[in-house]
């Protein structure tokens, strides 16, 4: 029903709305602000733009940024005519990694913040009713 164009537009709009969720507003994936830093020292290097590799983008923010990569490395993977996958291709081992230092930026309960969820929810449905013939009855025998 749905097609694969459909689902890629999908994908490419989630990629770019996740990316702002997480590391523009520094919001994790339960939309809650993080948490400042436990070591002052990371903080004031990471405010200065001070650490290794360190991204301007990065500098004053609390979301999981430094050089740039993590955030780069997430994108559509795949997508066809039944989905579409979201993810990281080679730097998803930090994932694990954050959610234990209380930074958690997807988790199997909730893969992604409820608003995006609630996205994809709206451009189902209008997909939906944009595809379903507008005066056509359906009859369901149940039966004989």
């Known amino acids: 029903m749905y097609s694969r164009k459909f689902f890629r537009k999908l994908g490419f709009d989630l990629v770019k709305k996740y990316k702002k969720h997480i590391w523009d507003t520094s919001e994790d994936v339960y939309s809650k602000k993080?948490?400042?830093?436990?070591?002052?020292?990371?903080a004031d290097l990471k405010n200065a733009g001070k650490l290794k590799r360190q991204s301007a983008e990065s500098r004053g923010k609390l979301s999981p940024i430094v050089t740039g990569d993590f955030k780069n490395d997430f994108k559509l993977l795949k997508s066809?005519?039944?989905?579409?996958?979201?993810?990281w291709a080679s730097h998803g081992s930090k994932v694990k990694?954050?959610?234990?230092?209380?930074?958690?930026?997807?988790?199997?309960?909730?893969?992604?913040?409820?608003?995006?969820?609630?996205?994809?929810?709206n451009e189902v449905k209008r997909e939906t009713e944009r595809q379903l013939p507008k005066d056509q009855v359906i009859r369901i025998n149940i039966g004989r």
């Open 34 to 42: 993080f948490k400042t830093y436990k070591s002052k020292e990371y």
């Open 80 to 87: 066809s005519s039944s989905g579409f996958k979201l993810g």
């Open 97 to 121: 990694w954050l959610a234990k230092k209380g930074r958690v930026v997807t988790d199997d309960k909730q893969p992604l913040p409820k608003k995006l969820l609630r996205m994809i929810d």
